[in-house]
């Protein structure tokens, strides 16, 4: 048996594999083992840790809004899969990362809305790993201490945000137009941020110490569940 934590990642054919290239390497550069999960996957397969990445936008029907003109591409088999493998991995008690679309569905998995069309915060023309603005962190939550600081550049890669925070999730970083860039649950095994470390984790300490220390969370579990 490895004495490596299995993290599941949310994938989807549809879109190409080598879209979620990133998230495997960066789990692996973090001593982890990516398994990929289809949508479709009623039942979350024994593993360590959870990681929801980014993607097209949630449909609002999950959260009891009708669609804006402005809303892009969405894929309900795909949402009700991560809206279901996450509550699993809540049953779990697993420690769960979210990226941009994966902290959207972690707030709608737990009760809250999202805004549906937000301008200027999609910088993908220019470059998936250009820092495209500033975001301030709480220094005591796992962003900040991954980060050591409470301001950090960001790339920004996404239309949608958060609206109303869910109950059992608390804001841990904001952009200067008062956007939620990250949360974490009360219990600390949610941490989520709106942009994308994956593709930052080759020159910035601060992406590669998120997912180290998400890894070490899912790492504490695997050792307590190995005979």
């Not at 937000?118 to 301030?136: C, N, Q, V």
């Amino acid at each position: 048996m490895s004495d490596k934590p299995r993290i599941g990642i949310t994938v989807h054919p549809r879109r190409g594999l080598e879209y979620f290239g990133p998230y495997r390497r960066a789990v692996v550069a973090a001593g982890a083992e990516p398994v990929d999960l289809v949508p479709g996957t009623k039942k979350l397969p024994e593993l360590d840790g959870l990681l929801l990445p980014g993607g097209w936008d949630v449909d609002p029907s999950f959260y009891g809004e009708r669609r804006d003109e402005n809303l892009g591409e969405t894929d309900p088999d795909l949402d009700e899969t991560e809206l279901s493998l996450f509550r699993q991995a809540r049953e779990r008690g697993l420690p769960v990362l979210g990226i941009c679309r994966g902290q959207q569905v972690i707030n709608v998995a737990m009760g809250g809305s999202l805004v549906q069309h937000l301008e200027d915060h999609d910088a993908r023309a220019i470059g998936r790993t250009h820092l495209a603005h500033t975001i301030e962190v709480d220094p005591s939550s796992e962003l900040g201490r991954a980060a050591g600081e409470h301001r950090i550049r960001v790339n920004s890669l996404h239309h949608q945000a958060v609206k109303t925070l869910a109950p059992g999730l608390l804001q841990t970083a904001k952009g200067d137009d008062g956007t939620v860039e990250g949360v974490e649950s009360d219990d600390g095994l949610i941490v989520a941020v709106q942009c994308h470390p994956e593709e930052l984790t080759t020159d910035l300490p601060w992406a590669r110490a998120l997912f180290e220390r998400f890894v070490a969370r899912a790492k504490g579990r695997h050792s307590k569940s190995s005979p």
